[in-house]
Nanobody
Framework: QVQLVESGGGLVQAGGSLRLSCVAS????????MAWFRQAPGKEREFVAT????????YYVDDVQGRFTISRDNAKNTVTLQMNSLKPEDTAVYSC???????????????WGQGTQVTVSS
């Protein structure tokens, strides 16, 4: 099992940027596919982005494509989500997740962080 802790959330105006980080401990990050999910108030948790173990493959949900970038540094046990051109509809709790294979499904991930709040004001 791997422990995941997110940071970097906050309040930002529309059009602004935030950089989320997720630090892993307990097991090497390189053992896992990593992903970011988000959950807005009153909505179900949804997939945002995922990255392969060697960073050669990344996938995004359509409405963040071109605005968000997922990356990882296995030596630092860290995965990052750079979020640019933020919109009010990006407001949510963002959580990182670790799993055995590339997936857009919640069920594809076995370990989760507690999440960090991102609020985008209009």
């Amino acid at each position: 099992q791997v422990q995941l802790v997110e940071s970097g959330g906050g309040l930002v105006q529309a059009g602004g940027s935030l950089r989320l980080s997720c630090v892993a401990s307990g097991r090497p990050l390189s053992s896992y596919i990593m992903a970011w999910f988000r959950q807005a108030p009153g909505k179900e948790r949804e997939f945002v982005a995922t990255i392969s173990r060697s960073s050669d493959l990344t996938y995004y949900v359509d409405d963040v494509q071109g605005r968000f970038t997922i990356s990882r540094d296995n030596a630092k046990n860290t995965v990052t989500l750079q979020m640019n051109s933020l919109k009010p509809e990006d407001t949510a709790v963002y959580s990182c997740a670790a799993g055995p294979g590339l997936s857009r499904r919640i069920e594809g991930y076995t370990d989760w962080g507690q999440g960090t709040q991102v609020t985008v004001s209009s």
